[in-house]
């Protein structure tokens, strides 16, 4: 090979270098066609303060299987949250990367957590839950990394029973006095317009109203045109009682 093909490749392999690192960089940005706006999806959480959040596995006890089991319903963050305006306090679980509900419902006063027999930072309870969008009565247990969010769970979920507990009080204690003075106050001028309309139509009816002869109520021997009738009512005489 010549001295001049071996700088021809030389200059060759440069270019192609030069190409294979610009080709590396180039980095084409491209408007998108259709700009679609950004969606806020709401959680419906927005109105409720967070009492506590921790991380738990959820299990679920399927009684229809043969024999009955615990079934594992889904692990991620756990929330206690309590309602700003209406003080109500429910329990809300998401499944992770999902984010799908496992466990979504209210905490009464009733409801009582009992410690698991094969496991001392698990709690067991019944409730009726709302994860699958229609309300189900079902028994849960809920495990957690260790005891001491156990005991975490535990107070916070008392907390959240005496909050309810003092609402229903509060609701219950309403006398009747007071659901009346709460109660709209009636209008007088609406009363006194339709009394005034009640007054006209009758005095609209008593012009049209043919006047009849009056009929005495009292039944009288005389009155009665069968004899046999007359003379059975002139027997009839009152006893006076003692």
Request: glycine share 2%.
């Amino acid at each position: 090979m010549s001295e001049v093909d071996k700088e021809q490749a030389v200059v060759d392999e440069k270019n192609c270098d030069n190409e294979t690192a610009e080709d590396a960089e180039h980095d084409p940005h491209y408007d998108p066609i259709i700009s679609l706006p950004e969606v806020v999806v709401p959680t419906l959480e927005e109105d409720e303060t967070v009492m506590l959040c921790l991380r738990a596995k959820l299990y679920r006890y399927d009684a229809n299987v043969s024999p009955p089991e615990w079934k594992e319903r889904g692990t991620g963050y756990v929330k206690i949250l309590s309602h700003k305006f209406n003080s109500t306090v429910r329990v809300v679980m998401r499944r992770d990367k999902t984010l799908k509900l496992c466990a979504n419902h209210f905490i009464s006063p009733s409801m009582v957590l009992k410690p698991s027999v094969s496991c001392d930072r698990a709690w067991v309870y019944s409730v009726k839950d709302f994860s699958d969008g229609t309300v189900k009565s079902e028994l849960l247990a809920i495990k957690f990394a260790n005891i001491e969010n156990a005991h975490k769970w535990k107070d916070t979920f008392d907390e959240g029973k005496k909050i309810v507990a003092n609402s229903e009080n509060l609701k219950g204690s309403t006398t009747a006095e007071d659901k009346l003075l709460i109660g709209d106050s009636p209008v007088l001028n609406d009363t006194f317009e339709e009394e005034k309309k009640n007054l006209s139509v009758d005095k609209n009816d008593e012009k049209k109203a043919v006047p009849t002869k009056k009929v005495s109520s009292e039944i009288t021997p005389e009155k009665l045109t069968n004899p046999e009738l007359n003379e059975k009512l002139s027997s009839m005489s009152i006893k006076s009682t003692s």
